[in-house]
């Protein structure tokens, strides 16, 4: 059984980046005993708006797809709590109080999240007065799970190694959780056998499994599937200005047509795959 699922974040609209991915998810579960679900993952502070997961449901019908809607994120924050506090307790975790101001201040090195925080907090609070978020402790984490693969549909088996992404948050100061540590009980409770989503986030999946390692959670498989670019190879995202997929279907284009245009990578002028296997 193939269990996928497609878990968009309503703070913005959703554009062609975002269908491609819903499309090659719910095409990857289309077996006789596949699932494909959907997730609202609205745990983003007051940058969520949660009347856009309407509009993202007659985004994903327009497309011709079929899902199983399952719990938004925010049903979920008392398991998001529980989790962190037995990492906590398992010493895996550090308070951190830096902004991301002091953090630039120390010009960390850059990694696929970022700025790598240079543990400032580690051991000693900067300024305990101020809100804390948790941190990974990821050479503790990485000492205490031991070698850890996970295998890529595409790219094939991986050593877990989150360390290019340093002590990554793990509880926001805003949200008992960050997309780490949300996503990866999200797909352990949902049943999720195959995770889909973009190779930007391939360094992700690094921290993911070495989570489920700590939280002794089931270990999906991976496909990390290439991004839809722009003339300048920018990624499509919300904030760039591309149609969205609302604009295109109230402007009465065709949706399963476009769906079916995705499928054999015929792209609009302009933006093209930024990887060539998907
Ligand atoms: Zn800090």
């Not at 007051?46 to 899902?67: K, N």
Request: with cysteine; charged share 25%.
């Amino acid at each position: 059984m193939v269990v996928t699922r497609f878990a968009p974040s309503p703070n913005g609209s959703l554009h062609l980046g975002h269908a491609l991915s819903a499309i090659v998810s719910h095409d990857l579960a289309r077996g006789p005993n596949g699932r494909f679900l959907v997730r609202i993952e609205d745990i983003d502070g007051p940058r969520s708006r949660p009347e856009l997961a309407d509009e993202f449901r007659r985004d994903l019908a327009w497309l011709g797809l079929e899902w199983e809607e399952v719990p938004a994120q925010s049903t979920r924050l008392d398991t998001y709590h529980a989790a962190a506090q037995r990492l906590l307790h398992d010493g895996l975790l550090y308070p951190c109080t830096c902004t991301r101001k002091q953090i630039e201040a120390l010009q960390p090195r850059i990694g696929p999240e970022g700025l790598v925080y240079p543990g400032t907090c580690k051991g000693r609070l900067l300024d305990p007065a101020k809100p804390a978020a948790l941190r990974l402790d990821v050479e503790r984490a990485m000492a205490q799970v031991g070698e850890v693969v996970w295998e890529d549909a595409v790219a094939g088996t991986q050593i877990a190694d989150p360390r290019e992404s340093g002590d990554v948050v793990i509880v926001r100061k805003d949200t008992p959780a960050s997309y780490h540590l949300a996503a990866t009980i999200d797909d352990a409770a949902d049943g999720v056998t195959l995770v889909t989503r973009g190779q930007d986030l391939f360094h992700a999946s690094h921290v993911h499994r070495v989570l489920q390692a700590l939280l002794g959670l089931p270990v999906p498989r991976w496909h990390h599937h290439g991004l839809l670019v722009d003339e300048g190879g920018a990624k499509l995202a919300k904030r760039r200005n591309s149609p969205s997929l609302a604009d295109r279907r109230k402007a009465g284009e065709d949706g399963l047509l476009l769906a079916e245009q995705l499928r054999l990578h015929k792209f609009p002028a302009g933006i093209s795959l930024a990887s060539a296997y998907i």
